[in-house]
């Protein structure tokens, strides 16, 4: 039976109320389950944990032993087995269930070769149509995030992301986040290099970094607080690795970027711009919201 | 080792100082006016140079800018390297990560700003000759010459226009300045082109060499060079002075990478400008150390360049009136339509995509460093010359008003409400 996409269309991008978790039977499976479950505890959702490949017993065998370690008793779960091209089917498995977010895990930094051709787990952040979060250190004694910055750019996926941000942060009880506005303006230098005078060339890019400042505080302010306050920084910089950069500086447990406006491919790896900075090498967790707006 | 005499290095400081302080005043009063600084620049060039001074006190003329001799010759190779640093800097405006970014209406404006400008240029120069007066055995490097002069566009101009109506930030400022960078990429790469067949003419015609050497050292570049380049810079930034060795470590670099390019056969401008990418692309750049380049680049050698060019030509004699309507009209025409038709298709409507078109138009500085180029290498006379400097002119002067012209008053409030919320 075709499933009924018509769900999935306009669906605010939380609560989360169904989680997937993609795994691979590498040594961080535990982890990432456990992780999982926190989360599945958190925002009381339901989970569907995913495994692209043959299903066997012996495999079978090492989830269930796993599964009861853990102890998801209390937790409704749905465990799919599939083959195929793992992206391609992951993403569809999403759509399918209707995924609010999806759980990965991932290396800070891929070797060259793997970065340029693509993993799956940066693959799939780049492609998926809902929500991803990226594990760099998952741990099977997870800890609430406390530290959680969020890329403000000027876009209209950002209310969204704020607000799911916001969301996020109520569940993992923290009173505030930060809002990173990254200031990059190389060709007004040269714009102004030879027609300005200091005074001139001062007012004028006040003027742009106000605009911007303003126009980021106005959607902030157009949320309700619910509690947790959200902070604006300045953050001189490219976009994509000013935010990053200031994310390691400040030891943030968690990035937070809208999902990307266009199909990135391997020029956007290549001439790297805004997320592909913080995927190229990720500074902490990585939380992609896709608003679906 | 031959030295410059006494005399000659007293009439090159003289010449030098002249170019500098007149420019200056010629620039404040061009930026005063709400004109572009090139301008008056170009203006001082033609005051002191065959055109005023040349022709009315020829012996004063002769003496602060000799045609011979070792102040001449150093004066030239200072204009030389001026045109290089200038294509550095104007490398390290090419952000090609902005032109991914702006997805489909970027590519669709860029890409027909291009072509079809190009193809409007090459035809009119290549079934119309004789409108041109050209050697008929440039008749084919011509041609592609005068299609890359109306594709290219003046990135520095454009960005000033935009900052000054308000649109730099705006989605419509945005696809302009993508645009043009991929116009001027692309443009320069065509131009080395033009310039490395002259200056080694195959007799086969077989080009597969040049253009392989140009697209090779390009990608090599951008791509290798550039992360390089990326690595090298924050270890130049802490453990060298600042931003002294920021600046002479990167003027190297650019002189290395002009010189390379120069050896095996293609211009050096190749060079300077990818070197200029590969720099300017660097995260770890500091805002204040690109600033200072520019300062000292656009202020310094870029005054004595365009003063120069006034000092080679007779702009009366080589004025044309008929030559620099038909450019005017070829170069409005290919430039306008064909961007106002990326960005249509790219989803803008019909008055945005005609100012986007109006946008791009301006050619400013940059094409009069690739008329002045092209001339230097005999490829076009001082007639045509002349008219590319006129259109460049023009084109910056109008393109503010007539974008205003397309873009009505709500679209200004409309940013101006963003501004005040």
């Known amino acids: 039976m075709e499933p009924d996409y018509t769900k999935l269309k306009k669906r605010p991008a939380h609560p989360f109320e169904t989680l997937a978790v993609a795994i691979a039977f590498s040594p961080r499976l535990e982890a990432i389950l456990m992780e999982t479950k926190r989360m599945v505890n958190m925002f009381g959702s339901q989970l569907v944990i995913v495994h692209v490949g043959k299903k066997d017993t012996h495999h ?8 009861n370690k853990i102890n998801f008793s209390k937790i409704k779960y749905r465990v799919i087995w599939m083959e195929g091209e793992p992206v391609d089917t992951i993403l569809k498995l999403c759509k399918l269930n ?20 693509g993993s799956i787990a940066r693959t799939i952040s780049r492609r998926a149509k809902c929500s991803v979060l990226l594990l760099t250190n998952p741990s099977i004694n997870p800890k609430k995030m406390r530290k959680i910055v969020v890329n403000g750019v000027d876009n209209p996926k950002t209310i969204h992301t704020l607000k799911a941000t916001q969301y996020l942060a109520r569940n993992e009880k923290i009173t505030d986040f930060t809002v990173v506005q990254e200031v990059n303006t190389p060709m007004l230098s040269m714009a102004i290099a030879e027609s300005g005078t200091e005074p001139e060339v001062s007012k004028i890019k006040k003027e742009m970094q106000e605009e911007d400042f303003n126009k980021l505080n106005s959607i902030i302010n157009s949320i309700d607080s619910q509690g947790v306050q959200i902070d604006l920084k300045v953050v001189k910089g490219k976009p994509g690795y000013a935010i990053s950069h200031f994310a390691r500086q400040n030891h943030y447990d968690l990035i937070v970027f809208n999902s990307p406006d266009t199909h990135l491919g391997i020029f956007d790896r290549i001439f790297t711009h805004d997320i592909e900075y913080v995927l190229a090498d990720m500074p902490c967790n990585l939380l992609i919201i896709h608003s679906r707006v | 080792m031959s030295v410059i005499s006494h005399h000659d290095l007293v009439v090159l400081l003289i010449g030098m100082a002249t170019m500098l302080i007149l420019s200056r005043v010629a620039s404040e009063m061009a930026r005063g006016a709400k004109l572009p600084v090139v301008m008056g620049e170009i ?20 003496y602060i800018f000799p045609a011979e001799g070792h102040a001449a010759l150093a004066l030239n190779a200072i204009t030389k390297i001026a045109v290089v640093m200038m294509l550095f800097v104007a490398g390290m405006e090419v952000q090609l990560p902005l032109v991914l970014k702006q997805g489909k209406a970027a590519v669709f404006t860029s890409v027909l700003s291009m072509i079809i400008p190009f193809f409007i240029g090459f035809v009119t120069a290549w079934y119309f000759p004789e409108w041109f007066k050209q050697l008929p055995e440039y008749r084919l490097l011509f041609a592609l010459f005068f299609g890359t002069a109306l594709a290219i566009s003046a990135l520095p101009v454009i960005a000033r226009i935009l900052i000054d109506m308000g649109l730099f930030k705006t989605k419509i400022g945005m696809i302009i300045i993508a645009s043009a960078m991929f116009n001027d990429l692309i443009g ?4 080395s082109f ?38 090298i810079m924050p270890w130049m930034q802490q453990k060298l002075s ?13 002189f290395l990478s002009a010189a390379f390019t120069e050896s095996i056969g293609i211009h050096a401008i190749l060079g300077a400008f990818i070197a200029g990418i590969a720099i300017g692309d660097s995260v770890h750049l500091k805002e204040k150390a690109r600033e200072i380049i520019y300062q000292f680049v656009t202020n310094i050698f870029a005054p004595l360049f365009f003063v120069s060019i006034g000092l080679r030509v007779n702009f009366v004699e080589n004025f ?7 450019v005017l009209f070829v170069a409005y025409i290919g430039k306008v339509s064909g961007a106002a038709i990326g960005a249509r298709i790219g989803g803008f409507t019909r008055n945005e995509s005609l100012a986007v078109g109006f946008g791009m138009n301006a050619r400013g500085a940059m094409e009069i460093i690739l008329g002045t180029l092209a001339l230097q290498a005999g490829l ?17 002067l109008t393109s503010g008003p007539l974008m205003r012209l397309y873009l009505d008053d709500s679209y200004f409030n409309t940013n101006k409400q963003i501004e005040n919320n």
């Not at chain 1, 079978?60 to 599964?67: G, Y």
């Not at chain 2, 001082?44 to 002769?62: D, H, K, Q, R, Y």
């Open chain 2, 43 to 62: 203006v001082i060039g033609i005051v002191l140079g065959p055109t005023l001074l040349g022709n009315f006190a020829p012996e004063i003329s002769n």
């Open chain 1, 98 to 117: 209707i995924v609010d977010l999806l759980i990965l895990g991932a290396l800070e930094k891929e070797n060259l070769y793997k970065y340029y051709v």
């Open chain 2, 320 to 326: 044309d009136l008929r030559l620099v309507l038909l």
């Open chain 2, 380 to 396: 076009i006379n001082e007639t045509i010359f002349v008219a590319l400097v006129i259109m460049a002119l023009i084109t910056s």
């Open chain 1, 60 to 67: 079978e065998d090492v989830l269930d032993k796993l599964i």
């Open chain 2, 188 to 191: 320069w790469l065509i131009f």
């Open chain 2, 242 to 254: 600042w931003p002294g060795g920021v600046l002479s470590i990167s003027l190297g670099i650019c």
């Open chain 2, 194 to 231: 033009i310039l490395s067949s002259i200056k080694s003419p195959d007799a086969s015609g077989d080009y597969t060499y040049t253009i392989f050497y140009i697209i090779g050292f390009g990608l090599l570049m951008l791509t290798v060079g550039r992360k390089l380049l990326d690595k």
